[in-house]
Nanobody, 119 residues
Framework: QVQLVESGGGLVQPGGSLNLSCTAS??????????VGWHRQAPGKQRELVAA???????LYGDSVEGRFTISRDNDKSTVYLQMNGLKPEDTAVYYC???????????WGQGTQVTVSS
């Protein structure tokens, strides 16, 4: 069973920054061949894509975060990061790490970390 452990959430003022991290309990070789991403869900709203790195190197961003957030991965540490700059109150949500293993066609999710942007 793959486990994803997230960290880095918290309370930040508008315009501030946070860096989320998510470490997967799988080998580097399996992690290297996975797609990884971050999603978020605000109260009363559907879960939405924030950013993702597809195995072929393609990077996707949600329209509302492009230019402010940056996703990256460290395959040696089986870890994916989300650097969030220029945070806005509307970025407040629970952020979930996601990992997709193509050879078993299965998605895995972290437990979520709360990000609150407020003055």
């Amino acid at each position: 069973q793959v486990q994803l452990v997230e960290s880095g959430g918290g309370l930040v003022q508008p315009g501030g920054s946070l860096n989320l991290s998510c470490t997967a309990s799988i080998s580097r070789s399996f992690f290297n061949n996975s797609a990884v991403g971050w999603h978020r869900q605000a109260p009363g709203k559907q879960r939405e894509l924030v950013a993702a790195i597809i195995t072929a190197g393609e990077v996707l961003y949600g329209d509302s975060v492009e230019g402010r957030f940056t996703i990256s991965r460290d395959n040696d540490k089986s870890t994916v990061y989300l650097q969030m700059n220029g945070l806005k109150p509307e970025d407040t949500a629970v952020y979930y790490c996601n990992l997709y293993l193509p050879y078993v066609d299965r998605d895995y999710w972290g437990q979520g970390t709360q990000v609150t942007v407020s003055s």
